[in-house]
């Protein structure tokens, strides 16, 4: 079974510019979460959707946001970047809600650098 | 106030030897569940194991355990037999709420183990 993919894996960005990501979760699973990891915040959560709706927002400004499709491919936009938002940004998808603990298994992240 | 406390920003073992990496959580919920991920230089993150907060035994997986204290709000990580390929970034992570509710985690800073040949 194939496991989350991230698209692309590095991408180098300047200032104002906009960028989307992208993930492909494990075929089957409907939940997907996104996580921003930096060396002075550590992981930090930013959004979760299931089928289509997002759930719940982590403390991100507007410029984040995203999207989950009906095949539960997700894409995740940051418009007007700045400096602080170089990190790697990490995918997770898991089976949903009423699926025991519900696992979250993690992609391989994008990093992003703004330059 | 944190919700999931790493004391230790490095650690090293002796391979072949065991080691326990603390981890400790702030939560009012009764309902919670305690993860462990595993991050090497690469970036992905793997699960390593689970706690549940109405388990009644502590987790294993493998050469992982948790040693859970619920009355303390600790859930240390014990690897044994460290490997060299253990070497890594370990993150304790909560989950709070019922199931029905968002799978967001909450992550401490993290420890970073150094196995040593």
């Known amino acids: 079974k194939a496991g989350v993919t991230q698209t692309p894996r590095y991408l180098i960005k300047t200032r104002g510019q906009q960028v989307t990501l992208s993930c492909s979760p494990i075929?089957?699973?409907?939940?997907v979460s996104w996580y921003q990891q930096t060396p002075g915040q550590g992981l930090q959560f930013l959004f979760e959707?299931?089928?289509?709706?997002?759930?719940n927002k982590g403390n991100f400004p507007g410029r984040f946001s995203g999207r989950q499709f009906s095949n539960s491919r997700s894409e995740m936009n940051v418009s007007t970047l700045e400096l602080g938002d170089s990190a790697l940004y990490l995918c997770?998808?898991?089976?949903?809600?009423?699926?025991?603990?519900?696992?979250?298994?993690f992609g391989p992240g994008t990093r992003l650098t703004v330059l | 106030a944190q919700k999931i406390t790493q004391t230790q920003p490095g650690m090293f073992v002796q391979e072949k030897e065991a080691v326990t990496l603390d981890c400790t959580y702030d939560?009012?919920?009764?309902?919670?569940?305690l993860f462990w991920y595993k991050q090497p230089s690469s970036g992905e993150m793997i699960f390593l194991i689970y706690?549940?907060?109405?388990?009644?035994q502590n987790a294993t997986e493998g050469r992982y355990s948790l040693n859970f204290q619920k009355a303390r709000k600790s859930a240390n990580l014990v690897i044994s037999a460290s490997q060299l390929g253990d070497s890594a970034m370990y993150f304790c992570?909560?989950?709070?709420?019922?199931?029905?509710?968002?799978?967001?985690?909450?992550f401490g800073k993290g420890t970073k183990l150094s196995v040593i040949p």
């Open positions: 997770a998808s898991s089976l949903g809600p009423g699926s025991g603990y519900n696992e979250q298994f």
């Open positions: 075929s089957g699973h409907r939940s």
């Open positions: 959707y299931f089928s289509e709706t997002q759930r």
């Open positions: 939560t009012s919920d009764p309902s919670y569940g």
């Open positions: 706690q549940g907060s109405y388990d009644q």
């Open positions: 992570a909560m989950r709070e709420g019922p199931g029905a509710g968002s799978y967001q985690l909450t």
